[in-house]
């Protein structure tokens, strides 16, 4: 088990060192970052609490969760967002794929896996005009540290590569560290979070690409439902820089999840930003459907 372990940090290093280590995919300033997934795991033993839908999947909250997709499965998160920006030169922002990891597969050490977020669709009004196209692609993998019989905690990495089409790349290529954590307080009550250290990319106010860096933490608390697998969540993240040259921002993220059977996920989600940047606010909805062998 030990050699297992020691086999799988070291692939998860190397894939970092290869990849980079992994940023959410970002549109243009006004596109609403993609939360990157994360539904808490309940731990009630020793046992690895990592194992039922609501604990592996990531979207749509913008913390990472610890959980990884065990070996010999994989797991497709599928969704859509629209983000509303109000003031100056707003309008709608539409991605279907929603910038989640899409594509994730378990590997020979069930507590590492790895990820790929293909280009999504997208098509926006901000501006005046509209404009479709695709954005950037992700690479990246996440391995689980370790857990005890209520708290877990694990790391994660992606490179984003600009891939995308002009309207929604980031003009760079952007890499993300996460430190990911979960705790469970109760049968139906938990917490967890992401501390997420990002070199990100975005479009400035000269029209070119321009690298940046982010502090992005978030926690977020779930509260189980009765019946099926369901729960609520509520969410805080705090990005320290916005874009290229700007300031911070604050999103808040609610949200609903279930399962159906232990092979398919039903989310929906409504979140905001109260930070105006440049007179511009946002607010955004989305839904998704996530399918696991």
Not at 133 to 161: C, H, P, Q, R, W
Not at 203 to 224: D, M, R
Request: with cysteine; aromatic share 12%.
């Amino acid at each position: 088990m030990i050699t297992t372990r020691l086999i799988a940090a070291a692939a998860f290093a190397l894939g970092l060192t290869l990849c980079g280590a992994p940023a959410l995919a970002q549109a243009p300033q006004t596109a609403t970052p993609a939360p990157s997934p994360s539904a808490s795991a309940t731990p009630s033993g020793p046992t690895d609490p990592c194992g039922s839908l609501l604990s592996i999947v990531n979207r749509p909250t913008i913390s990472t969760g610890v959980c990884t997709v065990q070996t010999g499965h994989f797991v497709v998160e599928n969704g859509y967002q629209n983000t509303v920006t109000t003031g100056p030169g707003g309008g709608n922002t539409a991605i279907v794929g929603q910038n989640d990891a899409g594509i994730r597969i378990g590997t020979f050490d069930p507590h590492f896996d790895l990820e790929f977020t293909p280009p999504n669709y997208a098509a926006s009004t901000v501006g005046g005009s509209r404009v479709t196209g695709s954005t950037d692609m992700t690479l990246g993998a996440k391995y689980e540290l370790g857990y005890t019989s209520n708290a877990l905690y694990g790391i994660a990495g992606f490179v984003t590569l600009p891939s995308g089409t002009p309207a929604f790349t980031a003009g760079n290529a952007q890499f993300t560290g996460d430190f990911n954590w979960g705790y469970t307080i109760n049968s139906v009550f938990g917490v967890n979070g992401t501390f997420a250290v990002n070199a990100l990319s975005g479009i400035n106010s000269g029209g070119q690409p321009q690298s940046y860096f982010a502090f992005v933490p978030s926690i977020e608390a779930t509260a189980a439902l009765p019946g099926s697998p369901s729960e609520l969540f509520a969410e805080y993240a705090y990005f320290s820089q916005a874009g290229p040259n700007l300031g911070s921002k604050n999103v808040f993220d609610f949200g609903y999840m279930r399962d159906f059977g232990q092979h398919v996920q039903l989310d929906i989600e409504y979140g905001f930003s109260p930070t105006s940047i440049n007179g511009k606010k946002q607010h955004y909805i989305g839904a998704g459907l996530s399918f696991m062998n």
